[in-house]
């Protein structure tokens, strides 16, 4: 089955770690998203990237990283830099980054600093 | 800045009628216009895409209108049911790809 994964499903963090989240597709898709979701919030975006070897920041990338070495794969590590990591994480592709191509999203992290 | 937003508070209805939300956008014109529904704890799923030349898009009981002029998308869901209760998401990408969403509205449907 072609799709988007992500893991673990629920991770537990101490506060000062660093922590790396996965995102796998077998979709061949160029286009991939990090998105971060509070509760009662909207999807913002901390990262994307268009294409292998190449990423952008999103709107609130501070305390975060990411890496894009295979088409597959894009995981983001969450740095003991981010004040807040507390929340759900949703990874998405798309075929490309054109402003016409819907996103399939994966079943998403739930990140718990303790 | 850029913004796109969508009514916050949740939209209760009864089984059989037909909900209405509303995406309003600010600033620049998307070319295109998405909608994905969100349960619960899991990722958005795409329901459609309209686009800017296209006043309305339907795809079963889901109907979608863009209006430029207004700045404005609205979702209608016909004959709405109990398993149509979900959030829903309007998101527009700017010419670089990047995606920008709205909060959401939470849509609850009673018997």
């Known amino acids: 089955d072609g799709g988007i994964t992500q893991s673990p499903k629920y991770l537990f963090r101490k506060e000062g770690q660093n922590v790396t989240l996965s995102c796998e597709q077998n979709l061949n898709h160029d286009a991939m998203y990090w998105y971060r979701q509070d509760p009662g919030q909207g999807l913002r975006l901390i990262y994307y990237?268009?294409?292998?070897?190449?990423?952008q920041k999103g709107d609130i990338a501070e305390g975060y990283s990411v890496s894009r070495e295979k088409k597959e794969s894009f995981p983001l590590t969450v740095t003991s830099a981010q004040k807040n990591p507390t929340a759900f994480y949703l990874c998405a592709s798309s075929i490309g980054g054109g402003t016409y191509n819907e996103q399939f999203f994966g079943p998403g992290t739930r990140l718990t600093v303790l | 800045s850029q913004k796109i937003e969508q009514n916050s508070e949740a939209l209760n209805i009864q089984e059989g009628k037909t909900a209405t939300l509303t995406c309003n956008y600010t600033?620049?014109?998307?070319?295109?216009l998405q909608w994905y529904r969100q349960d619960p704890g899991r990722g958005p799923v795409f329901l459609l895409l309209?686009?800017?030349?296209?006043k309305e898009k339907r795809k079963e009981r889901l109907k979608v209108t863009f209006d430029t002029t207004l700045k404005q998308s609205l979702f209608h869901i016909t004959a709405s049911q109990p398993a149509d209760s979900a959030t829903y998401l309007c998101a527009r990408t700017d010419s670089w790809g990047k995606f920008q969403f709205g909060a959401g509205t939470q849509v609850v449907v009673t018997p």
């Open positions: 990237s268009q294409i292998v070897n190449d990423f």
């Open positions: 309209i686009r800017e030349n296209e």
């Open positions: 600033n620049y014109s998307p070319a295109y």
